[in-house]
Nanobody
């Protein structure tokens, strides 16, 4: 069982930066691939970025490539999403996600555990 708690959301102006953090419980955190998804009202939850269990590989949704960076610290059971050059279209609820396999995944249905979400609002 893994519990995920996000923090770091908030409101910033376009062009600004935010850093999301996700604290994970459980001794097996280092065996999980981790990801960030986001969702806006009326839309499907979509992948933003992911990272394999030992940080050997990362993957990103096309619109955030070059602006967002996912990272993790297995010693601290933490996952981060550094978001730079934010745009109004990045506004969403951001969810931390875990999957009990080390490889990449992109579909919400393949996620094993979700955090409660944190709101990110970007004003123009």
């Amino acid at each position: 069982q893994v519990q995920l708690v996000e923090s770091g959301g908030g409101s910033v102006e376009a062009g600004g930066s935010l850093r999301l953090s996700c604290a994970a419980s459980g001794r097996t955190f280092s065996t999980y691939a981790m990801a960030w998804f986001r969702q806006t009202p009326g839309k499907e939850r979509e992948l933003v970025a992911g990272i394999t269990s030992r940080s050997l590989s990362t993957w990103y949704e096309d619109s955030v490539k070059g602006r967002f960076t996912i990272s993790r610290n297995n010693a601290k059971n933490m996952v981060y999403l550094q978001m730079n050059s934010l745009k109004p279209e990045d506004s969403a609820v951001y969810y931390c996600a875990a999957r009990a396999f080390s490889g990449a995944w992109t579909q919400p249905a393949d996620t094993n555990y979700w955090g409660q979400g944190t709101q990110v609002t970007i004003s123009s």
